[in-house]
C-alpha cells in the first residue's frame, strides 16, 4: 500500500506541479551562481587588481549591487510564475507587454553562453582525466604548449559533447528529480572537495605569504579601473541577467523567504570565491609562480604547480573535478531558461525541448571550439573569432542590458512582485532606494565598460 507521501507525490505529479523545496532551491541557486567565474576567473582577476583590497571591493559590490538584482529576479519569477518573458508579461501594466523583449533577450543570452560554456566545461574535464591518470605531468610538459595544442585539436568535441548531453540528462528529468536532486549532490560535493584542497594548500611551504596577498587589504593598489571590474564582477559571479533566477524563481512554494535565499546565495557564492582564492594563492606562492596570469592561471599555471607536488596528479585531478563540477551546476541553470521558454511559448515536451536545445547548441560548439587556435581561428565575425565574439556579444552587451531591464521593471513598472520577497518596512525602503537610484548607474557603468566606452 502506498504511503500518505508516495500519493500526494503521485498527486503533484498528476497535476503538473515541479517545485523546489527550500532547500533544494538555494542548492540550485548557490549552483548557479557558483561557476567557473567563482574558480577560475576571481582568483585571477583579484591577483591582477590589488588581492585583498580587490577583495573588500569586490564583497561590497556585491552586496549593494548584486543583492537587489538578484532578490527582483527571484521576486519576477515567483510572482510571474513563468519563464523569463511570461513573467514580465504577467507583471507588467496593461499596454506594456514590450517588457517581455528583455526577457527574450535574457533566453538569448543564456543560450549563446552556453554554446561557449560547453567548450570550457570540456576543457575542464580532459584536464581531470589527464592529471588524474599522470598523463598531463609526464616528460617535461610544457603547460603552455599542452593548452593550446589541445584547444587548438578536435579532442576537446567529445568533451563538450559529454558536457552538453550530461546537462540534457539532468534538465529532461524536470525540476525536483533533476535540477534539485543533481544540485543537492553537486554543491555540498563541491564544498567538500574545496576544504579539502585548501587544507593541501595551505599545508605548502610559503602558504602564508599567497593567503596574506588574498586576505590583507592594500588600498594604495585600487583604482577606478579596479573598482569597474570588481562591480562587474559581482554582477556576473550571480548568474544575473541570463534569466536563471527568475526561471528558478517561478518553481519556489510560495512560503518560501526569498530575502533568506538571496542572502544565502550571496553568502555562498563570496564563501566559495574565498576558498577558492585559498586554493590558488598559497599554491602559487608556494611554488613561485604568479598569480596574475589572466584565463592561463588554471590551465598553464596551476598544472606546474602540481606537478611539483607530492601526489599532485590526486590534488590537481581535485582540482579540475571541483572546476567541471562548478561549470556543470551552471550549464544547468542555464540551459533551463530555453527549455522553460519553449515549453511555454512553443508547446514542446520538456524531453523535445531538451533534445533540440542540446543538437542545436552542441552543432553551435563545434565550431566555436574550432575557433580556439583551431581550424576556424582565422574566420572572423565583427573582428573576433567565434568564441570570444559569443562570449562578448553575450557577457557585455546582453547581461547588463537584461539586469538593467529588470531592476527598472521592479522598481518602477510592474504591476506587483515587489511584495514577494516580503521584506520588513525599512528592508523594503533600502532595496527599493537601491533598485530605483543607485543600482541602475552602476549597471550602465558595467555596460558602458565592458563596452569599451571608457576605462
Not at 579539502?196 to 593567503?211: E, I, S, T, V
Not at 602559487?284 to 606546474?304: C, E, K, R
Not at 562570449?391 to 512582485?417: C, E, H, M, Q, W
Amino acid at each position: 500500500m502506498a504511503t500518505d507521501s508516495t500519493n500526494q507525490a503521485r498527486k503533484k505529479q498528476a497535476q503538473g506541479a515541479d517545485t523546489f523545496s527550500s532547500f533544494g532551491f538555494i542548492m540550485a541557486a548557490i549552483g548557479s551562481a557558483v561557476g567557473l567565474g567563482n574558480m577560475w576567473k576571481f582568483p585571477y582577476i583579484t591577483g591582477m587588481y590589488g588581492g585583498g583590497a580587490f577583495l573588500v571591493l569586490f564583497i561590497v559590490c556585491l552586496l549593494l549591487i548584486g543583492l537587489p538584482i538578484l532578490l527582483a529576479e527571484m521576486a519576477l519569477g515567483r510572482a510571474g510564475r513563468g519563464d523569463a518573458v511570461t513573467s514580465y508579461h504577467a507583471l507588467a501594466k496593461k499596454g506594456q507587454k514590450i517588457w517581455g523583449v528583455f526577457g527574450l533577450l535574457s533566453v538569448i543570452a543564456s543560450f549563446l553562453i552556453l554554446c561557449y560554456y560547453s567548450v570550457v566545461t570540456g576543457w575542464t574535464m580532459h584536464y581531470a582525466v589527464a592529471s588524474l591518470t599522470g598523463n598531463l605531468f609526464r616528460g617535461g610538459q610544457q603547460y603552455a604548449e599542452h593548452f593550446a595544442s589541445f584547444t587548438a585539436g578536435t579532442s576537446p568535441l567529445l568533451y563538450q559533447l559529454l558536457a552538453v548531453a550530461g546537462t540534457g540528462w539532468v534538465i529532461a528529468r524536470g525540476v525536483t528529480s533533476g535540477i534539485e536532486k543533481f544540485n543537492k549532490i553537486m554543491i555540498p560535493s563541491l564544498g567538500i572537495i574545496l576544504l579539502l584542497l585548501m587544507l593541501r594548500a595551505l599545508w605548502l611551504p610559503n602558504a602564508g605569504a599567497g593567503a596574506s596577498f588574498f586576505l590583507q587589504p592594500d588600498f594604495s593598489k585600487l583604482s577606478v579601473i579596479s573598482a569597474l571590474v570588481a562591480l562587474g564582477q559581482a554582477f556576473y559571479s550571480l548568474s544575473l541577467g541570463m534569466g536563471a533566477m527568475v526561471t528558478y524563481g517561478s518553481y519556489v512554494d510560495a512560503k518560501q523567504s526569498l530575502g533568506r535565499a538571496a542572502i544565502a546565495v550571496g553568502a555562498g557564492n563570496i564563501v566559495y570565491g574565498l576558498i577558492a582564492g585559498l586554493i590558488i594563492f598559497p599554491t602559487t606562492y608556494a611554488f613561485g609562480l604568479q598569480a596574475a596570469q589572466g584565463p592561463g592561471l588554471v590551465f598553464i599555471v596551476l598544472p606546474s604547480a602540481f606537478s611539483g607536488m607530492p601526489f599532485g596528479y590526486l590534488f590537481g585531478g581535485l582540482f579540475f573535478i571541483l572546476l567541471a563540477t562548478a561549470a556543470f551546476t551552471s550549464l544547468v541553470s542555464l540551459l533551463e531558461v530555453p527549455v522553460a521558454f519553449t515549453i511555454k511559448h512553443w508547446g514542446w515536451s520538456r524531453k523535445t525541448s531538451v533534445l533540440v536545445l542540446c543538437v542545436t547548441i552542441y552543432a553551435i560548439s563545434v565550431p566555436t571550439s574550432l575557433s580556439v587556435g583551431g581550424a576556424l581561428s582565422n574566420w572572423m565575425l565583427a573582428g573576433k573569432p567565434l568564441f570570444d565574439f559569443l562570449d562578448f556579444f553575450a557577457s557585455n552587451l546582453l547581461l547588463p542590458i537584461a539586469g538593467l531591464a529588470v531592476t527598472l521593471f521592479i522598481g518602477y513598472a510592474a504591476r506587483k512582485g515587489a511584495e514577494e520577497p516580503r521584506l520588513g518596512p525599512g528592508t523594503f525602503r533600502l532595496w527599493m532606494f537601491l533598485l530605483r537610484y543607485i543600482v541602475p548607474v552602476f549597471v550602465t557603468l558595467i555596460f558602458l565598460y565592458s563596452m569599451g566606452v571608457f576605462g
